[in-house]
């Protein structure tokens, strides 16, 4: 098992975003995050990428539980992530851009 999420809470302030995410990922597998707007699914990604922590559940990255203190430290890892509000630099290519400060 690559990635084990194992009933994750995340809430702000009068919002439960995340409510007992269960998900299993195995190598090799490719997996889409479907849902209507304010379903948690940058909010999943977020915890994941170390941007938010979760208040409750267990994540286990490459069969370890795991904490991602911050993006860098998920990064370090082997945790990348394109974020879908991605600020674009015009002269660059595809690539580049999803690789910018990398």
Known sequence: MVLRLTDLVKT????????G????VRAGEVHCLLG???AGK??????????HQ?????????????????????MKAGIATIYQELDLVEDLSVAENAFLGH
């Open 36 to 38: 209507q707007n304010g």
């Open 42 to 51: 940058s909010t999943l990604i977020k915890v994941l990428a170390g941007v």
């Open 12 to 19: 702000f302030p009068g919002v439960r975003a995340l409510d």
């Open 54 to 74: 979760p208040d409750s559940g267990l994540v286990e990255w490459r069969g370890e539980p795991a904490t991602f203190a911050n993006p860098q430290a998920a």
């Open 21 to 24: 995410v269960q998900l299993e």
